[in-house]
């Protein structure tokens, strides 16, 4: 009965290093900062903007696994919070004002601004959530194009319009006129009676009616009703 127990307990402890081991070996499995700016760069556009800069975040242990963090900096004009798998597959990433400076067991926290709370982003056992919202706001989860059989989703341009566009042959005649647009900035969306000027890349170039400054904004932070009007300059 001791011989059996003390195999037991052998069995228990080896199987317990084995685990250990395991999951040190997976924690290694993060792809180093390098290597995501490059595989960003070779997507282009939505999931890298010029000059981007991509920092490592953290490695996340949720349940059997890891999922490893990026941040994305977009010099002054907010952040790609960047996810990899544990196979080091790119799987996309939510866009923000808010900075990422910290995180916990299973979540990616944003500063808030008023330096004393955060936004949190959880991460579950599938990973990224579709939707998520930040200060009521809510944030798609742009999809790495590989992560996702739906034709024109996970960062690709959609394939349709707002209805009641004009067949394509006719577009080039179309002439933006002052509209309102509604943008959202740190969670708050405000409304500003502007007309489209261009887009280029993630950011979108309005003339303010107010005073008649140009003034660029991404295109994440303009509503869906917003995106969808321009793509008819495209």
């Known amino acids: 009965m001791k011989k059996a127990l003390g195999i037991m307990m052998l069995v228990g402890l080896v199987a317990g290093m084995a685990t250990h081991v395991n999951a040190k070996q997976e924690r290694e499995n993060a792809p180093r900062g390098k290597a995501v700016l490059a595989t960003l760069k070779e997507l282009g556009e939505p999931h890298y903007v010029d000059r981007m800069k991509v920092h490592e975040m ?27 798998d ?31 709370s955060f936004y949190e982003i959880p991460i579950g056992l599938k990973g990224p959530a579709d939707t998520i919202r930040i200060d009521g706001m809510p944030i798609k989860f742009i999809k790495s194009p590989s992560n996702t059989d739906e034709a024109g989703s996970g960062g690709t341009k959609a394939a349709t319009t707002a209805a009641g566009t004009a067949p394509a042959e006719e577009d080039n005649t179309l002439k933006p006129e002052f509209r309102t647009w509604t943008i ?21 170039f309005l003339k303010l009616e107010a005073n008649g400054k140009e003034k660029a904004f991404s295109v994440y932070s303009l509503s869906k009703e917003d995106q969808a009007y321009i793509k008819q300059f495209q």
């Open 58 to 84: 953290c490695s996340l242990e949720i349940g059997d696994t890891f999922f490893h963090v990026y941040t994305g900096e977009l010099k002054k004009m907010g952040y790609h919070i960047i996810f990899y």
């Open 86 to 116: 544990n196979k080091e597959n790119y799987l996309g990433f939510y866009y923000t004002e808010y900075e990422p400076t910290e995180y916990e067991e299973a979540a990616i926290l944003l500063d808030s601004g008023d330096g004393e």
């Open 184 to 204: 959202t900035f740190k969670g708050k969306p405000a409304q500003a009676s502007a007309t489209f000027i261009k887009q280029e890349k993630n950011m979108v």
